[in-house]
């Protein structure tokens, strides 16, 4: 059974029909990666498995079961995880409590409860370290590189333990040698049974860590296959439009 | 960063070495106080202090400490709602005409002879109730905080008029004596009004610090679209955040009825002003995402000093306005400048 599936899932903002009946399934420990040009719809469709606004149409299961979300927490509830784009930081609070942010490990009793900042501090560095970041935790996400902000963003998705993990253009932004770091968390994700879904531009990234790519096109999928039976000579015929259906 | 730290450890174990980074603090502690905003009025307001005992024995006299303190501290009360506000990025324009609302209420509920409690919550409920309208349009419909609470300076200012009839209502009742001792008793030789700013300041001061809310605030104030998805319930807050800034002046409002003895509709005017004054001063950002509130209370000092030492020195107080003004502007100045060199 496949841990995510969409359904004829689509997307119209007025007059503008961003996505039109999309399929889509994902199994555990599979990394898919999504291709396609600008306004393809991979973004709409990320944000529509992430909870940030509803499909006009379709369905979506989340392990067999038809889920429906409104906000994004409530995606996060069924084990959906998302790095944004943008990644979604407060650059005037330290590392740790962004990974924190909006989950906040509390301690006391009753009514009365303070943040544990020291058991917060404590597992965010465990975080960073697991993701072999040179993060530190009670450092502010102001002063920090493109690869660290990028770190805490991931490490916020491995609080829990996901089922998905969407990630939209995470090594858009930083440095080469860090790019192999997040290819190498993706992989280690897919290994711990989890789920994939890698948003990129990026050719060589998503030929090096996918196991399937699917490719949009002016809001319909028009390629699902292997990685091992593509190309990335076929997938960019695709993007473009070069070659029609795959 | 200017120091130099350990900074590898992490990368050479897995979970070994991180204890290493653990401890690594952004900034030493009097870096962390050279940088605060705050600590350099609090040496400013030492200094003009110094200054002006030397200048006027008078200025440091304990009648006079006890009248600065007690002025203030109305402010400082205000500023500490305003505080909240400002750092999820908003603005309350609204809280001058709140306290004039609440003065009104309260004092109409002595007048006709009710007891003093009610008056007190009768006021916060005044209070309140100009909130939920400002708050709600503010969380849920997602308007504009400048406009609203501008709207609302307007509203609450002539209801207080209406309210009042335009008179000043000083005969108050049974309840009177006791409603007085809020505003205008001491305790230790320290007005009333401070010690409750006292309270107030150590209550937001570990809120802030030390509660999940207090994190969302500054959250809201650096990236609302990030506390968003993370699942910070935004909306919320930010109603919370305006109901304390109006619960803040309403309770200022019944200080300052009880301390003077009559309940005038004019009550507050201009203090919005003052109030955000004060945040920014102690270094609060306007843009959000930044504040506290000891620099609320020490800019609220400050103000405070300055239009006292400006009236011993034989200024015409009417120069206050101006003082304020530029305040804010440099403060502005300042915080940009500040800014700039984080970049």
């Known amino acids: ?246 | 960063m200017s120091h130099e730290a350990p900074k590898s450890t992490a990368t050479t174990g897995d979970n070994v070495a991180i204890e290493g980074v653990l401890g690594i603090q952004e900034k030493t502690l009097t870096q962390t106080l050279f940088a605060s905003q705050a600590f350099w009025v609090t040496v400013a307001l030492a200094i003009i202090c110094a200054f002006m005992t030397w200048y006027e024995p008078h200025f440091g006299s304990i009648e006079n400490l006890y009248n600065i303190t007690r002025n203030f501290a109305f402010i400082g009360i205000m500023a500490l709602g305003m505080t909240v506000v400002i750092i999820t990025g908003g603005i309350d324009l609204s809280v001058g005409s709140i306290m004039g609302v609440v003065a009104v209420a309260s004092g109409l509920i002595l007048e006709a002879e009710y007891p003093w409690w009610l008056a007190v919550f009768g006021g916060l409920g005044a209070g309140a109730v100009c909130v939920i309208v400002n708050g709600a349009m503010i969380a849920f419909l997602d308007l504009s905080p400048f406009v609203v609470t501008l709207g609302m300076l307007s509203i609450a200012r002539s209801f207080a008029v209406v309210l009042s009839g335009n008179r000043m209502i000083y005969n108050f009742g049974p309840g009177g004596p006791m409603f007085k001792i809020w505003g205008g008793g001491a305790f230790l030789g320290i007005a009333n009004p401070v010690w409750f700013l006292v309270f107030f300041t150590i209550v937001l001061a570990v809120v802030l610090k030390m509660t999940a809310w207090g994190r969302h605030l500054l959250a809201i104030g650096g990236n609302e679209h990030a506390a968003n998805l993370t699942g910070v319930p935004v909306k919320m807050v930010k109603l919370q955040a305006y109901l304390i800034s109006a619960l803040a002046a309403a309770f200022a409002a019944i200080l300052n009825v009880g301390w003077s003895g009559s309940a005038i509709n004019a009550l507050g005017q201009s203090y919005e002003l003052r109030a955000i004054a004060s945040t920014v001063i102690g270094g609060a950002n306007l843009m959000g995402g930044e504040g506290g509130a000891y620099g609320a209370v020490i800019g609220s000092a400050l103000i405070e000093v300055i239009r006292n030492a400006l009236l011993m020195a034989g200024v015409d107080s009417n120069w206050q306005g101006t003082f304020v003004g530029s305040f804010i502007v440099l403060a502005v100045l300042l915080e940009r400048v500040r800014g700039k060199r984080r970049e």
């Open chain 1, 1 to 246: 059974m496949p841990i995510l599936e969409l359904r004829q899932i689509s997307k119209n903002f007025g007059a503008i029909r961003a996505l039109s009946g999309v399929d889509l399934k994902l199994e555990a420990g599979e990394v898919l990666g999504l291709m396609g040009d600008n306004g393809a719809g991979k973004s709409t469709m990320v944000k529509i498995i992430a909870g940030n606004f509803p499909p006009s149409g379709g369905e979506i299961l989340v392990d067999g079961k038809p889920v429906h979300f409104d906000k994004p927490i409530e995606a996060r509830e069924k084990g959906i995880e998302v790095v944004y784009q943008d990644l979604a930081l407060c650059n005037n609070l330290t590392a740790s409590a962004n990974v924190f942010l909006g989950r906040e490990l509390k301690k006391g009793f009753g009514p009365f409860k303070w943040l544990d900042h020291a058991e917060m501090i404590r597992r965010a560095g465990l975080l960073f370290a697991e993701l072999k970041s040179e993060t530190r935790p009670r450092d502010l996400v102001r002063q920090m590189s493109g690869g660290q902000r990028q770190a805490v963003a991931i490490a916020r998705t491995r609080l829990s333990e996901p089922k998905v993990v969407l990630m939209d253009e995470p090594t858009a932004a930083i440095s080469v040698r860090q790019v192999a770091e997040v290819l190498d968390l993706i992989r280690r994700l897919r290994d711990s049974g989890h789920a994939v879904v890698l948003i990129s531009h990026r050719m060589p990234d998503v030929f090096s860590v996918c196991d399937r790519v699917a490719v949009m096109r002016r809001g319909t999928k028009v390629a699902d296959k292997l990685i091992k039976n593509s190309s990335p000579e076929e997938v960019t015929g695709l993007i473009t439009g070069a070659i029609n259906v795959a």
